[in-house]
């Protein structure tokens, strides 16, 4: 099955710094470690936030046991701890913030950019595998702890967990006739969709921090996974695509 790509941009050098295809030892600005995935936020990102350099709306959260790619173990795994990232634009792996509409390719936060930009070497990995999984930021470091929205993650991550997802797609394997792991997976899918309706509703929250706030939706990780979700009447349908 294939999975959602985490770090593709460190796979992407990992493997080709491996195979001497990057033959160079300073960065040519060439961008391509952009268009493969923004980085992760660490702890030494935090001052971006608060300087105002970035915002909700330019980040991505991973929560625990969304399956992506890990750089360390070189799978597509669960990850272990939740993880937030510098979003992507229009839906792709691009970082929001590289700029190719111009002559020259630019990062628009080059002089703040967070560390694992400015750790990453594309001919040499080590310095950014260095800091992968370590002092990791999740949505709790960055939100004001008086927040409500805080309670609303809580209830989130309870009712929709990715782990237990990621149990029942593991439970439905070859036998993916099992009615009760279909029901169960349904109903973890309209309990996301709710969730997200009921947070607009609640809180008014914009469209641009959905996925800062309450991570990519369930159904968008079954679709990786082969299970296409369907409304009908405003019933939740899960349907097994054809291998
Ligand atoms: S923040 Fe800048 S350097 Fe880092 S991935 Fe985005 S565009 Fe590239």
Same mark, same amino acid.
């Given at each position: ?45 935090? $001052? ?41 634009? =229009? ?9 190719? =509409? ?9 002089? $703040? ?76 899918? =309209? ?53």
């Amino acid at each position: 099955m294939p999975g959602v790509k985490l770090c593709s941009r460190l796979l992407f050098f990992i493997m080709n710094s491996s195979t001497s295809k990057i033959d160079r030892n300073q960065c040519l600005r060439c961008g391509t470690c952009c268009t493969k995935g923004g980085p992760s936020l660490h702890r030494d990102d935090i $001052n971006l936030l608060k300087d105002g350099h970035l915002s909700y709306s330019d980040l991505i959260t991973i929560r625990l046991g969304e399956s992506a790619f890990s750089p360390v173990s070189g799978k597509v795994e669960p990850v272990k701890q939740e993880l937030v990232k510098l979003a992507g634009k =229009s839906r792709s792996w691009t970082c929001g913030f590289y700029n190719d =509409s111009g002559k020259e390719s630019l990062c628009e936060l080059y002089e $703040n950019r967070p560390l694992e930009c400015r750790l990453l070497k594309c001919w040499d990995p080590q310095d950014l595998l260095s800091v992968i999984g370590k002092e990791s930021i999740t949505r709790r470091d960055i939100i004001n702890p008086g927040d409500p929205i805080l309670e609303i993650i809580t209830l989130h991550d309870k009712e929709c967990s990715f782990q237990e997802v990621e149990e029942l797609l593991t439970g439905l394997g070859d036998n993916q006739e099992s009615t009760d792991i279909m029901a169960r997976l349904t109903g973890l899918v =309209s309990n996301d969709l709710a969730i997200r309706s009921q947070t607009v509703a609640k809180i008014n929250m914009p469209v641009a921090v959905e996925f800062f706030i309450l991570g990519r939706p369930i159904f968008t990780q079954l679709k990786q996974r082969g299970i296409e979700t369907r409304e009908n009447n405003g019933e939740i349908q899960l349907i097994l695509s054809a291998k």
